[in-house]
């Protein structure tokens, strides 16, 4: 196997090659990315513009088709979609074929076989002078039986892609496929495209983000150019540095602020209640200080504007409102009171938390994977209670991931239909939790954090209850994963 991809590894150059899929853009050499598929028109709306691009940009195409397509269709759907086609046909720049007989040249599936033909199309492809081999391969002939060799038959190609100038479109049908055959799927391509709402977006994965780090890079480079030549962008990029410089003092106020606030809240006594309203009301406070140093700033200077001043001070007002609004729900808590609840949808909610917390993020070198499903049903519930839930479950895995340094730092938020609702998963990948403490960390100021009181999970697992919801963490997991679960509304 070695052989092979030395054989088909070249050095593979930064440039960029159309996909002819919208949501997917231009993507380098080496991409190996799927898709699941439910009918025909599926099939066709992708990987007819995704052969016209290879075509015109100079590549050799291979087309493995397999129910429900037949190859008298894609020859059609081509021919009727790219100018000039029969040019193309007359000198061979593209093949369509069947699937199934390409992965079973006899009786008996050979992935070796296919490893190898990559290997060999690929060299064939640049010996002729086109830019590189581009494929779609389907899936549908593939049986239950088959399923463990061929995953591991694409790990494999997706590892050894990345030195092979060729691009590749797997395509799944989605009827049929089991959950883990799902996750199989997702862990072996770099990332996937879907549809919704009549259109296919991209759903990004760990390969993605490397690729899109790569692309950015190369956009870097080329921004670092044409400053070098442009004076004007020269003068625009002062002025942002001036402005990250005076949001650099903003932050750091805020977080000198968060840390005087932590040692007052230490120094306060163990009382269940005070400990309470210090970790509750802490979000607002440390942004009325904040507001009160920036209006502080624009006074001390020369020309003061009023505007900006008149702003800043209305965000005071209104976080000092959304403090009273805390105790407020704190007391009404207390006196068995009902909340203030309205109609939420939770992806909204977890947003609003990842927007506070970008900085945190950005800080602690924490990269955040998202994956919320998009028709959730409403909850009913308190919103910056529930903001509240969010914002301490994601600090929670930020500050257990702040000590590792021998993997990723991951933060992966979830949410999805559940049988009581909705259901939403917080998953870090820090050293995780005792499984003799598991039971305790829901204890008023039980904690392991120097500077923590300990309130943070209880409160969170005390408001979650009193919407009717549970909060758990599920032992066994990588890294600590907290879930809880709200009602949907009737």
Known sequence: MSEVIAMATQPVDTELRKTGIGAVGDVPWGTHFFMFYETKEDLLDTLVPYFKAGLETGELCLWLVSDPLTEEEAWNALREAVHGFERYLADRSIEITGGRRFYFPSNNLDLQRAIR?????????????????????????????????????????????????????????????????????????????????????????????????????????????????????????????????????????????????????????????????AHEVNQP??????????????????????DELRAAIAEIVNDGARASAVISRIRGLLMKETPRRTELHINEIIQDVIRLLRHELTRNRVSLRTDLAPDLPHVLGDR????????????????????????PRELLIKSATHSDGVLIQVQDSGPGIDPGEADRIFEPFFTDKPEGIGMGLSISRSIVESHGGRLWVVAGANGALFEFTLPAQD
């Open 117 to 277: 033909t990559w290997a060999e199309k690929t060299d064939s492809a640049l010996a002729r002078g086109y830019a590189g081999l581009r494929v779609s391969a389907s899936t549908a002939w593939l049986e239950r039986k088959d399923w463990k060799a061929f995953s591991k038959y694409e790990d494999e190609v997706n590892h050894s892609i990345c030195n092979w100038r060729m691009m590749a479109l797997c395509t799944y049908p989605l009827a049929g496929s089991t959950a883990a055959e799902i996750l199989d799927v997702t862990r072996t391509h770099q990332f996937a495209i879907a549809r919704r709402n009549k259109g296919w977006e991209v759903v990004e994965t760990s390969e993605l983000k490397r690729a899109k780090s790569e692309i950015q890079r190369l956009n870097d480079e080329l921004e670092r150019r044409v400053i070098e030549r442009t004076q004007q962008l020269t003068a625009v990029n002062e002025e942002m540095r001036k402005e990250m410089i005076e949001r650099q003092r903003a932050e750091e106020a805020l977080l000198e602020a968060q840390a005087e606030l932590a040692r007052v809240t230490r120094a306060l006594g163990m009382g269940e209640l005070v400990a309470t309203i």
């Open 285 to 306: 406070l440390t942004a009325i200080v904040t507001n009160g140093n920036f209006c502080s700033r624009h006074l001390e200077g020369a020309t003061p504007n009023p």
């Open 384 to 407: 910056v209670q529930l903001q509240q839930v969010m914002l301490n479950l994601m600090m929670n895995g930020i500050d257990a991931m702040s000590m590792i340094n021998d993997r």
